[in-house]
C-alpha cells in the first residue's frame, strides 16, 4: 500500500489480523521517504512483511514510471535500514523452486542446499547440488506473490498510448455494486490470457482492460470477497497466498494490498474448498 | 485487529455477557476467517450446565436398535434370512461431560459485532479425530455441510467447534507459574490427569527477556487432547465385552481385541520447551514488542504450527488471541486419508478357488508317469518275491 497513505490503510486490512504496532508505523513512515528520495523512485509502497522463525522481514516496493514492469524491492528487519533485492530472472526462479524448501528463517544469508539426482539415459546418476541464498528465495516469492496474488481495481491503472502503465488520476472508486462483484478486479501483471473473441472485446476499454481479471482464476472460489468494518470496505484476500489482503473503499480512490505471511504458496487449495 | 474493530467486539461481548446469565467469565478467544464471512469467537465459563439434549438422542438409538434386532428375529422365523453383515462399527467414544476436557468452556459465535451470537455445541471426540484428518475452509455460515473424506460427523458449527478446541488446547500458554494445580491430589498416584487449576496468589511476574529468551518460562494451561479425541482416557475394550454377552446368539465368538494401551498425555502445566518439533520447525517463535524501548516491551510468542495463534505476557498480565483461517499448518502438503481397502467377500481357500483342468497331453504325461511307477512296484515285488524264493 502507498506510503501516503499507509496510517489509515493498515487499520483497514487489521481484520485479517496482523497489523503493525506504532513504532513500526512511525518508522516506517520517515524511512520510505527518504528511500523514495535515495533511490528516486516515482511511488514507494509498504509490501508487507515476510514472517521467518527468528526474525520478520519487512518488505518495500519502489515503482518507476512503469507501474507494471519499473519495480524494485527492498528489505529491512527494523524498518529503518533497507537493502535491495536482486530481480527475479528465470534461471534464479527455477534454483529456488528446486531447493528452497521449509520456512524462511530470518537470516538473509542462510544458505538452503539440495541434493538433486538426475538419472541420465546410459544409466548414469549425476548427483546436482542447487544452493540457494535466502535472499534470492526473498526475491523469487515476492515476484510469485505478485505474479499471482497482486491485486487492483478496474480503472486504476491506465495503459497511454506508449505502452507505459500509469496510475489513473481521475479514478473516483468502483460504485458499491461493482464491488461486490470480483470482475472489476485485475491482477497487476504482464496479462496471461489471450484476447477473447470480438463480442467481448467490445465491452472492453483498451486503455484499462489491458490485465487479467481475477474471476477466471483456477480454482474458481481461491477469493474470499468480504465487506468489513460495518460493511463500509471491500476487502479481498486470497485463498492461494494466505495472508495477502487487498482492501478498497468504494467510491474513492482508495486501495491498496499488502502481504502479511509465510512466504508460502497455498497447494493444499484444491482440498479445501 | 483494527482498533474500530476491537471497540466493536468489545461492546458485543458486553451485550453478550448481559444477555446470558449463566456466564460467569467470558473472554475475546478470537477471530476465524472464512470464505464468505469470518467468526468471532467468545470463550465462557458458565456456572451451570444445561442439561444435554444429546443423552436422548442416545436413548432413542438404542430403542431403534432393539427394535431393528426384534425385526430381525421375526423374519427370521418366516423367510430364509439374507446374510447379515457381520460388520460392527467401531464404539463411539463417548463425549466428556460440560465442564471437563475439551468442553470445558462454551463458545459463541458472531459474525459481526452487533449481530446476535450463536451458541456452538459441544464438542464430541470422533469430531476432534476426524477435523484432524481434513483441511477445509470455513465458509461462513454454521449450518453449511462440510464435504470431506472421510466424512466429517457435523456440520460446520461442529467443525469450528472442534478446530477452536484443538487450537485451544495446542496454543493457550501462561507464564510458568501464574497457574497452579488444586493440592488434593498430592497424596494420590498421578494416574488421574490433573485438569484444575487456580490462579496462583503468590505469583511474581517473570522479567521479559527471561520469558523470550527460554521457552520453559511458558506452560500449556489447557488440557491437551489424546489420540482418542477426549482429554481424559476411556477404556473402551471394557464397553465391546458387554455388548458381546447381550447379543451372544447370533453372532459368531469374535476375537477378543486386545487391551489398547492407555492413552497418556504431557499432564497440565507442561513448559513449551517439551513441545515437539514438526518438520525441522520449532513450534514457536519468540519475540519482543519493541526492541527500541525494552523496559516496556512486552514479550510476545507467535505459533508456527497454528499460524495467528499469539500470547503475550507483560510483568503479572498475559493474555492469549488467535486471529487466523484455523488451520494447522502441516509443512509440505496435505494429502487425504485413503479410502480402506476393500472387504474380501469370502475368505480364499483351495475349495472355492477353480484350479485349471489338466489338458489331454497333461493328463497322458500322468497317465505314463503312473504305469511307470505301477511297473517299478511289480518289478520290486517280483525282486522281493524272487529274493525270497532265493533264500528258500
Known amino acids: 500500500m502507498d506510503s501516503q497513505t499507509l496510517y489509515f490503510s493498515l487499520e483497514l486490512v487489521a481484520g485479517s489480523g496482523h497489523i503493525l504496532n506504532i513504532e513500526q508505523r512511525t518508522a516506517l513512515q520517515t524511512s520510505l521517504m527518504i528511500l523514495r528520495k535515495n533511490y528516486k523512485f516515482g511511488r514507494v509502497l509498504f509490501w508487507g512483511k515476510i514472517l521467518g522463525l527468528k526474525e520478520d522481514y519487512f518488505i518495500a516496493q519502489g515503482r518507476g514510471e512503469d507501474e507494471l514492469k519499473d519495480k524494485k524491492n527492498l528489505y529491512s528487519f527494523n524498518c529503518m535500514d533497507w537493502f535491495l533485492l536482486p530481480p527475479a530472472t528465470n534461471c534464479l526462479i527455477n534454483e529456488v523452486s528446486k531447493a528452497a524448501r521449509g520456512r524462511f528463517i530470518g537470516d538473509p544469508s542462510h544458505v538452503y542446499e539440495r541434493v538433486l539426482r538426475i538419472h541420465l539415459e546410459d544409466d548414469e546418476e549425476h548427483e546436482e547440488v542447487v544452493k540457494v541464498s535466502e535472499e534470492n528465495r526473498l526475491a523469487v516469492t515476492i515476484h510469485w506473490i505478485d505474479e499471482e496474488a497482486s491485486v487492483v481495481p478496474r480503472g486504476a491503472f491506465i495503459k497511454n498510448p506508449h505502452g507505459i502503465v500509469q496510475m489513473n488520476r481521475s479514478f473516483c472508486g468502483l460504485s458499491d455494486s461493482e464491488a461486490r462483484k470480483l470482475d472489476s478486479f485485475l491482477h497487476f501483471r504482464e496479462p496471461r490470457n489471450q484476447k477473447e473473441s470480438i463480442l467481448g472485446m467490445c465491452e472492453l476499454n483498451q486503455t484499462i482492460d489491458f490485465l487479467d481479471v481475477l474471476s477466471d482464476d483456477i480454482p474458481k472460489g481461491s477469493w474470499s470477497l468480504q465487506f468489513e468494518c460495518a460493511r463500509k470496505v471491500c476487502v479481498l484476500r486470497s485463498l492461494l497466498w494466505l495472508g495477502l489482503t487487498f482492501y478498497h473503499v468504494p467510491v474513492t480512490p482508495h486501495n491498496g494490498y499488502i502481504y502479511i505471511g509465510n512466504g508460502y504458496r497455498n497447494l493444499d487449495l484444491n482440498f479445501m474448498l | ?392
Open chain 2, 1 to 392: 485487529m483494527g482498533r474500530e474493530e476491537l471497540q466493536r467486539v468489545f461492546l458485543a461481548l458486553k451485550q453478550l455477557v448481559e444477555s446470558q446469565p449463566v456466564i460467569q467469565r467470558c473472554r475475546l478467544w478470537g477471530k476465524i476467517l472464512g470464505t464468505q464471512s469470518n467468526y468471532i469467537v467468545a470463550e465462557a465459563e458458565c456456572k451451570e450446565w444445561e442439561d444435554e439434549e444429546e443423552e436422548k438422542i442416545g436413548d432413542e438409538a438404542a430403542e431403534e436398535e432393539e427394535r431393528e434386532a426384534e425385526t430381525r428375529e421375526g423374519d427370521e422365523n418366516e423367510i430364509d434370512p439374507l446374510p447379515q453383515s457381520t460388520y460392527k462399527p467401531p464404539p463411539l467414544v463417548p463425549k466428556e461431560a460440560m465442564g471437563t476436557g475439551a468442553n470445558k468452556f462454551v463458545y459463541y459465535v458472531c459474525k459481526e459485532p452487533g449481530l446476535p451470537w450463536v451458541k456452538l455445541p459441544s464438542v464430541s471426540p470422533a469430531q476432534i479425530t476426524v477435523a484432524r484428518q481434513i483441511r477445509k475452509f470455513f465458509s461462513g455460515r454454521l449450518d453449511s455441510p462440510v464435504n470431506s473424506y472421510p466424512p466429517f460427523p457435523g456440520n460446520e458449527g461442529n467443525y469450528l467447534r472442534a478446530q477452536i478446541a484443538r487450537i485451544s488446547a495446542g496454543t493457550q500458554v501462561s507464564p510458568q507459574g501464574f497457574f497452579q494445580t488444586g493440592e488434593e491430589e498430592g497424596d494420590e498416584e498421578d494416574e488421574a490427569p490433573r485438569d484444575s487449576y487456580d490462579v496462583n496468589p503468590d505469583f511474581e511476574g517473570i522479567s521479559v527477556a527471561e520469558m523470550v529468551e527460554s521457552l520453559s518460562t511458558w506452560v500449556h494451561h489447557i488440557q491437551h487432547i489424546l489420540q482418542q479425541g477426549r482429554c481424559t482416557w476411556v477404556n473402551l475394550a471394557v464397553k465391546r465385552e458387554e455388548d458381546q454377552n447381550e447379543d451372544g446368539e447370533a453372532e459368531e465368538t469374535e476375537e477378543e481385541p486386545d487391551e489398547p494401551e492407555q492413552e497418556v498425555g504431557p499432564p497440565l502445566l507442561t513448559p513449551l520447551s517439551q513441545d515437539a518439533e514438526i518438520f525441522n520447525t520449532p513450534p514457536w517463535t519468540t519475540k519482543m514488542s519493541s526492541t527500541l524501548t525494552s523496559q516496556h516491551a512486552a514479550a510476545v510468542l507467535r505459533s508456527n504450527l497454528w499460524p495467528g495463534a499469539y500470547a503475550y505476557a507483560c510483568g503479572k498480565k498475559f493474555e492469549n488471541i488467535y486471529v487466523g483461517w484455523g488451520l494447522k499448518d502441516v509443512g509440505e502438503g496435505y494429502s487425504p486419508p485413503l479410502p480402506p481397502l476393500p472387504q474380501k467377500e469370502y475368505p480364499s481357500g483351495p475349495e472355492i478357488t477353480e484350479a485349471q483342468d489338466p489338458s489331454v497331453e497333461e493328463e497322458q504325461v500322468l497317465e505314463e508317469a503312473l504305469d511307470e511307477q505301477e511297473a517299478e512296484q511289480e518289478e520290486l515285488d517280483d525282486t522281493d518275491e524272487g529274493e525270497l524264493l532265493d533264500d528258500d
